[in-house]
């Protein structure tokens, strides 16, 4: 199994969400959540997003730039 399917396979069985990008969309909530924010007496330190970063940590200490020109498709 490669990573690919180990993170389907996770989304499938609820094990983890679906992708979101933190940098360009909001976190996600849960019903929960939302339920909880939309109270008149909501503290927003209540509540904690706990988040990881999945991958190769090789990828991460990479050079920023050499990093995002391989990252880049080929059509730009």
Known sequence: ????????????????????????????????????SSRDDWDADFLCVHAVRLGNKMDWDKDADAFMIDQLPESR
């Open 1 to 36: 199994m490669d990573f690919d399917e180990w993170i389907q396979y996770g989304i499938n069985n609820g094990f983890c969400s679906e992708q979101f990008c933190t940098q360009h969309g909001d976190t996600p909530l849960t019903g929960f959540e939302t339920s909880l």
